[in-house]
């Protein structure tokens, strides 16, 4: 950071468990901020000394998440300031993003979104979640309680603005993390929604072709080789295993009640 900036005044919000490989990287430029904060989930490995490196940090203790929504609210009530960016231990900012941030004229009823682009082992992948609301105003709103999938509400009157400057997204180095993911992701999915979301016996067969043709088609990870491939058919895999276990919960439920 450029000695001639000011501590910027927001608060970051920084998930992590066993990112000893990662975390370094996500927090360094985070210095740009005076208050940091990483809610630890339960690491066995080195993340916490490699935090422990960083003045600006206050590290806070989960053991697990169940619920991601209620999660992301809990550290945002330790926040120093209103204002809250939220960011994961394998995501990177870059200056260009902390110059856009340090210009931005915040607007309490206005949530900013941004563009995450996906690295696999060094490869890029095509910008993704371009409405993926990161900061906001704690006072005016918060996130929804959702196990997963987890959105910040944006209330009557709010307006959602996009932040230009794309953030580096390096959360898989491995076909075992996506599928790894892609099982975690789907049970916490199926929990939550099993009581409300239709299906019927073609659902998971539906969204997984879907969910492949919408990232490797659509989104153009066509264009980007074996990794869009891969990226494509582990994303087709994992929206299948959403709507596998969803039936299955909706038999185990429907049982219960007879």
């Known amino acids: 950071m450029n000695d001639q900036y000011q501590p910027i005044p927001i608060s970051v919000c920084v998930l992590a468990k066993n990112c000893e490989t990662k975390i370094e990287r ?3 430029p985070l210095t740009a901020f005076d208050d940091v904060l990483v809610l630890d989930t339960g690491s066995t490995d080195r993340t916490l000394d490699i935090i422990a490196s960083f003045s600006n940090v206050r590290v806070f203790y989960q053991n697990g998440i169940s619920n991601f ?5 809990f550290i945002t009530e330790k926040a120093k300031y209103d204002w809250v960016l939220h960011i994961d231990s394998d995501e990177f900012i870059t200056l260009e993003f902390l110059e856009e941030i340090r210009n931005l004229v915040l607007d309490a009823n206005t949530v900013y979104s941004i563009h995450r682009r ?7 992948l095509p910008p ?5 609301c990161r900061l906001y105003h704690r006072r005016t709103t918060s996130w929804t309680t959702r196990a997963v999938h987890e959105i910040i509400d944006v209330r009557e009157g709010m307006t959602s603005r996009p932040i230009k400057a794309i ?9 075992k993390q996506l599928i790894d993911k892609a099982q975690y992701y789907s049970t916490l999915f199926a929990e939550q929604f ?3 979301t239709k299906t019927c016996l073609w659902s998971p067969f539906l969204h997984g072709v879907g969910s492949f043709l ?4 659509l989104r153009g990870a066509i264009f980007y080789g074996y990794p869009g491939y891969l990226f494509s058919f582990c994303f087709s895999v994992g929206s299948f295993l959403k709507y596998a276990k969803l039936l299955e919960y909706k038999k185990i439920s429907d049982s219960n009640r007879k």
């Open 118 to 124: 996906m690295f696999y082992r060094g490869y890029s």
């Open 128 to 132: 993704f979640d371009a409405k993926s």
């Open 194 to 196: 099993h009581e409300e």
């Open 167 to 175: 953030i580096e997204h390096h959360s898989y180095d491995s076909v």
């Open 69 to 73: 929504g209620e999660t992301r609210n």
């Open 214 to 217: 919408k990232f490797y088609i």
């Open 26 to 28: 996500c927090l360094k």
